[in-house]
Protein backbone atom coordinates (compact mmCIF):
# COMPACT_ATOMS: atom_id res chain seq x y z
CA UNK A 1 0.00 0.00 0.00
CA UNK A 2 2.85 2.44 0.82
CA UNK A 3 4.72 1.65 -2.55
CA UNK A 4 1.37 2.43 -4.30
CA UNK A 5 0.86 5.47 -2.35
CA UNK A 6 4.34 6.94 -3.16
CA UNK A 7 3.60 6.28 -6.99
CA UNK A 8 0.70 8.22 -6.88
CA UNK A 9 2.57 10.68 -4.62
CA UNK A 10 5.10 10.75 -7.51
CA UNK A 11 2.74 11.03 -9.97
CA UNK A 12 1.05 13.74 -8.88
CA UNK A 13 3.94 15.89 -8.36
CA UNK A 14 5.05 15.25 -12.03
CA UNK A 15 1.73 15.93 -13.18
CA UNK A 16 1.48 19.79 -11.24
CA UNK A 17 4.92 19.94 -12.25
CA UNK A 18 3.93 19.90 -16.03
CA UNK A 19 1.59 21.83 -15.10
CA UNK A 20 3.81 24.83 -14.10
CA UNK A 21 6.12 24.55 -16.79
CA UNK A 22 3.03 24.29 -19.53
CA UNK A 23 2.49 28.11 -18.83
CA UNK A 24 6.15 29.20 -20.18
CA UNK A 25 6.00 26.50 -22.94
CA UNK A 26 2.50 28.04 -23.95
CA UNK A 27 3.75 31.34 -24.39
CA UNK A 28 7.01 30.49 -26.09
CA UNK A 29 4.60 28.91 -28.76
CA UNK A 30 2.44 31.80 -28.54
CA UNK A 31 5.66 34.06 -29.23
CA UNK A 32 6.87 32.10 -32.40
CA UNK A 33 7.00 32.96 -35.62
CA UNK A 34 3.63 32.42 -37.78
CA UNK A 35 4.15 29.62 -40.01
CA UNK A 36 2.53 30.91 -43.87
CA UNK A 37 2.80 28.26 -46.60
CA UNK A 38 3.05 29.15 -49.77
CA UNK A 39 4.18 27.81 -53.02
CA UNK A 40 7.54 28.77 -54.84
CA UNK A 41 7.93 31.85 -57.27
CA UNK A 42 6.04 34.89 -57.35
CA UNK A 43 3.36 34.15 -54.32
CA UNK A 44 6.14 33.72 -51.96
CA UNK A 45 7.77 36.63 -53.15
CA UNK A 46 4.68 39.24 -52.20
CA UNK A 47 4.30 36.98 -48.70
CA UNK A 48 8.07 37.72 -47.89
CA UNK A 49 7.56 41.20 -48.58
CA UNK A 50 4.19 41.37 -46.53
CA UNK A 51 6.83 39.88 -43.77
CA UNK A 52 9.10 42.49 -44.14
CA UNK A 53 6.39 45.04 -43.21
CA UNK A 54 5.01 42.97 -40.76
CA UNK A 55 8.24 42.87 -38.78
CA UNK A 56 8.44 46.55 -38.89
CA UNK A 57 4.97 46.26 -36.78
CA UNK A 58 6.14 44.03 -34.34
CA UNK A 59 4.46 40.62 -36.09
CA UNK A 60 6.85 37.74 -36.99
CA UNK A 61 6.49 35.53 -39.75
CA UNK A 62 8.23 33.04 -41.32
CA UNK A 63 7.18 32.13 -45.06
CA UNK A 64 7.71 28.63 -46.15
CA UNK A 65 7.82 27.28 -49.70
CA UNK A 66 6.47 24.35 -51.68
CA UNK A 67 7.06 23.08 -54.51
CA UNK A 68 4.19 20.14 -54.22
CA UNK A 69 1.21 21.77 -54.46
CA UNK A 70 -0.62 19.08 -52.38
CA UNK A 71 1.72 20.16 -49.43
CA UNK A 72 0.56 23.38 -48.18
CA UNK A 73 -3.00 22.19 -47.43
CA UNK A 74 -1.46 18.67 -45.81
CA UNK A 75 0.81 20.82 -43.73
CA UNK A 76 -1.84 23.27 -42.65
CA UNK A 77 -4.60 20.71 -41.47
CA UNK A 78 -2.04 18.70 -39.86
CA UNK A 79 -1.08 22.13 -37.51
CA UNK A 80 2.48 22.22 -39.27
CA UNK A 81 1.49 25.93 -40.96
CA UNK A 82 -0.64 28.35 -39.34
CA UNK A 83 -2.12 30.07 -42.65
CA UNK A 84 -1.66 29.43 -46.35
CA UNK A 85 -1.79 31.44 -49.08
CA UNK A 86 -1.29 29.56 -52.69
CA UNK A 87 -4.56 28.83 -53.91
CA UNK A 88 -7.92 29.77 -55.57
CA UNK A 89 -11.31 28.80 -53.72
CA UNK A 90 -12.15 26.09 -56.14
CA UNK A 91 -8.90 24.36 -55.20
CA UNK A 92 -9.16 24.54 -52.03
CA UNK A 93 -12.76 23.44 -51.81
CA UNK A 94 -11.96 20.65 -53.94
CA UNK A 95 -8.98 19.54 -51.42
CA UNK A 96 -11.46 19.69 -48.39
CA UNK A 97 -14.14 17.24 -50.28
CA UNK A 98 -11.33 15.23 -51.49
CA UNK A 99 -9.42 14.87 -48.51
CA UNK A 100 -11.82 15.98 -45.37
CA UNK A 101 -9.65 18.47 -44.40
CA UNK A 102 -10.91 21.23 -41.67
CA UNK A 103 -10.00 24.49 -43.39
CA UNK A 104 -11.83 27.62 -44.03
CA UNK A 105 -10.98 30.07 -46.51
CA UNK A 106 -10.50 33.75 -45.50
CA UNK A 107 -10.29 36.88 -46.93
CA UNK A 108 -8.75 36.90 -51.11
CA UNK A 109 -5.12 37.95 -51.45
CA UNK A 110 -4.07 38.53 -55.34
CA UNK A 111 -5.57 37.90 -58.03
CA UNK A 112 -3.55 36.13 -61.05
CA UNK A 113 -5.67 36.10 -64.46
CA UNK A 114 -5.70 33.31 -66.72
CA UNK A 115 -5.63 33.63 -70.18
CA UNK A 116 -5.20 31.31 -73.76
CA UNK A 117 -2.07 32.09 -75.71
CA UNK A 118 -1.19 30.49 -79.55
CA UNK A 119 2.21 31.52 -81.55
CA UNK A 120 0.35 30.10 -84.38
CA UNK A 121 -3.14 31.77 -84.33
CA UNK A 122 -4.41 35.89 -84.24
CA UNK A 123 -7.46 35.24 -82.55
CA UNK A 124 -9.58 32.59 -80.81
CA UNK A 125 -11.61 32.10 -83.62
CA UNK A 126 -8.90 30.97 -86.02
CA UNK A 127 -8.09 28.29 -84.07
CA UNK A 128 -8.32 25.47 -86.55
CA UNK A 129 -10.16 21.93 -87.20
CA UNK A 130 -8.14 19.68 -84.67
CA UNK A 131 -6.49 22.44 -82.95
CA UNK A 132 -3.86 21.11 -80.29
CA UNK A 133 -4.76 22.76 -77.29
CA UNK A 134 -2.84 22.53 -73.90
CA UNK A 135 -4.54 22.41 -70.73
CA UNK A 136 -3.09 21.96 -66.68
CA UNK A 137 -2.72 18.61 -66.01
CA UNK A 138 -3.92 18.98 -62.37
CA UNK A 139 -7.62 18.66 -61.79
CA UNK A 140 -9.28 22.33 -60.96
CA UNK A 141 -6.89 24.17 -62.98
CA UNK A 142 -7.58 21.56 -65.90
CA UNK A 143 -11.19 22.59 -65.69
CA UNK A 144 -10.54 26.30 -65.21
CA UNK A 145 -8.94 25.72 -68.87
CA UNK A 146 -12.38 23.94 -69.68
CA UNK A 147 -14.39 26.66 -68.55
CA UNK A 148 -12.34 29.50 -70.21
CA UNK A 149 -12.65 27.66 -73.31
CA UNK A 150 -15.80 27.16 -73.31
CA UNK A 151 -16.29 31.07 -72.15
CA UNK A 152 -14.57 31.35 -75.84
CA UNK A 153 -16.99 29.09 -77.87
CA UNK A 154 -14.47 26.81 -78.88
CA UNK A 155 -16.37 23.64 -76.40
CA UNK A 156 -19.76 23.04 -74.38
CA UNK A 157 -19.34 21.42 -71.24
CA UNK A 158 -22.26 19.00 -70.00
CA UNK A 159 -24.86 21.19 -67.71
CA UNK A 160 -24.13 21.26 -63.90
CA UNK A 161 -20.58 20.55 -64.54
CA UNK A 162 -18.52 22.30 -61.60
CA UNK A 163 -14.93 22.33 -60.86
CA UNK A 164 -14.08 18.80 -61.45
CA UNK A 165 -14.66 19.05 -64.89
CA UNK A 166 -12.29 16.97 -66.80
CA UNK A 167 -12.42 16.61 -70.70
CA UNK A 168 -15.22 13.77 -70.42
CA UNK A 169 -17.31 16.47 -69.57
CA UNK A 170 -16.66 17.86 -72.76
CA UNK A 171 -20.56 18.20 -74.65
CA UNK A 172 -19.46 20.10 -77.71
CA UNK A 173 -16.57 19.95 -79.59
CA UNK A 174 -17.55 21.50 -82.89
CA UNK A 175 -13.50 21.58 -84.25
CA UNK A 176 -12.48 18.52 -82.62
CA UNK A 177 -9.48 20.49 -80.75
CA UNK A 178 -7.20 17.80 -78.99
CA UNK A 179 -6.86 18.59 -75.33
CA UNK A 180 -3.10 17.54 -74.24
CA UNK A 181 -2.82 17.79 -70.49
CA UNK A 182 0.51 19.26 -69.26
CA UNK A 183 2.41 20.38 -66.20
CA UNK A 184 0.79 23.75 -65.46
CA UNK A 185 4.50 25.84 -65.71
CA UNK A 186 5.24 24.17 -68.92
CA UNK A 187 1.84 25.24 -70.73
CA UNK A 188 3.91 29.15 -71.86
CA UNK A 189 7.27 27.05 -72.53
CA UNK A 190 5.49 24.41 -74.97
CA UNK A 191 3.35 27.30 -77.26
CA UNK A 192 6.05 25.92 -80.27
CA UNK A 193 4.15 22.29 -80.24
CA UNK A 194 0.52 23.53 -79.77
CA UNK A 195 -2.14 25.48 -81.67
CA UNK A 196 -2.90 27.23 -78.16
CA UNK A 197 -2.75 26.80 -74.52
CA UNK A 198 -3.87 27.90 -70.96
CA UNK A 199 -1.72 29.81 -69.04
CA UNK A 200 -2.22 31.39 -65.37
CA UNK A 201 -0.14 34.81 -65.71
CA UNK A 202 2.12 34.25 -62.74
CA UNK A 203 3.64 31.11 -65.49
CA UNK A 204 2.70 33.11 -68.32
CA UNK A 205 5.14 36.30 -66.99
CA UNK A 206 8.18 33.67 -66.06
CA UNK A 207 7.79 32.18 -69.75
CA UNK A 208 7.95 36.02 -71.25
CA UNK A 209 4.39 36.24 -72.05
CA UNK A 210 2.25 39.49 -71.84
CA UNK A 211 -1.13 39.39 -70.53
CA UNK A 212 -2.17 41.50 -73.21
CA UNK A 213 -0.85 39.71 -75.96
CA UNK A 214 -3.25 36.71 -75.45
CA UNK A 215 -6.25 35.99 -77.50
CA UNK A 216 -8.63 35.45 -75.01
CA UNK A 217 -8.43 36.23 -70.70
CA UNK A 218 -10.48 35.26 -67.81
CA UNK A 219 -12.52 38.49 -67.04
CA UNK A 220 -13.14 40.65 -63.68
CA UNK A 221 -16.13 38.76 -62.19
CA UNK A 222 -14.47 35.30 -63.05
CA UNK A 223 -13.37 33.76 -59.37
CA UNK A 224 -11.11 31.05 -60.35
CA UNK A 225 -7.89 33.95 -60.58
CA UNK A 226 -8.58 34.97 -56.81
CA UNK A 227 -5.70 33.77 -54.52
CA UNK A 228 -7.30 33.36 -51.15
CA UNK A 229 -5.81 32.59 -47.58
CA UNK A 230 -6.76 29.27 -45.89
CA UNK A 231 -6.67 28.34 -42.28
CA UNK A 232 -7.69 25.54 -40.12
CA UNK A 233 -11.54 26.00 -38.85
CA UNK A 234 -10.22 26.11 -35.25
CA UNK A 235 -7.63 29.01 -35.52
CA UNK A 236 -9.67 31.35 -38.59
CA UNK A 237 -9.86 33.73 -35.69
CA UNK A 238 -6.46 33.78 -34.13
CA UNK A 239 -6.02 37.21 -33.52
CA UNK A 240 -2.60 37.05 -35.04
CA UNK A 241 -3.80 35.41 -38.49
CA UNK A 242 -6.18 37.93 -38.47
CA UNK A 243 -3.22 40.83 -38.03
CA UNK A 244 -1.02 39.07 -40.50
CA UNK A 245 -3.42 39.19 -43.28
CA UNK A 246 -4.50 42.65 -42.52
CA UNK A 247 -0.96 43.47 -42.74
CA UNK A 248 -0.99 42.22 -45.93
CA UNK A 249 -3.97 43.44 -47.82
CA UNK A 250 -2.46 47.04 -46.59
CA UNK A 251 -1.12 49.45 -49.40
CA UNK A 252 2.52 48.59 -48.70
CA UNK A 253 2.02 45.62 -49.81
CA UNK A 254 -0.03 46.99 -52.55
CA UNK A 255 2.53 48.93 -54.15
CA UNK A 256 4.98 46.16 -53.97
CA UNK A 257 2.80 44.11 -55.85
CA UNK A 258 1.65 46.77 -58.51
CA UNK A 259 5.28 47.78 -58.72
CA UNK A 260 7.21 44.97 -59.32
CA UNK A 261 4.34 42.16 -61.86
CA UNK A 262 3.35 45.25 -63.41
CA UNK A 263 0.00 43.80 -64.28
CA UNK A 264 1.09 40.01 -64.36
CA UNK A 265 -0.36 39.60 -60.99
CA UNK A 266 -2.93 42.07 -59.03
CA UNK A 267 -3.95 43.00 -55.59
CA UNK A 268 -7.53 41.41 -54.77
CA UNK A 269 -8.08 44.27 -51.80
Known amino acids: METTLNRRS ?5 VLALGFSLSPLSAAVAD ?41 NAALDSG ?11 YLENQIEGRGYKLV ?32 NDPTNGARALFLFEEAGVIKLKPGVGF ?15 FHELDASQLGRSLADLD ?32 IFAAREDRKDDPRIREFISIYRSEPVRQFINEKFNGTILPAF
Do not use: C, M
Not at 10 to 14: H, I, K
Not at 164 to 178: G, H, S, Y
Open 196 to 227: AAFVSSNYASLAGLKLDEAIFVEGPDNQWPVI
Open 80 to 90: ELDLNSFQHLP
Open 10 to 14: LFLAG
Open 164 to 178: RATVLDVAENPRNVE
Open 105 to 136: PLESAIRVPGGIWSDKHASIDALPERAKVGIP
Open 32 to 72: APLKVGVSAGHYADILIEAARVAKEQGVEAEIIEFTDWNQP
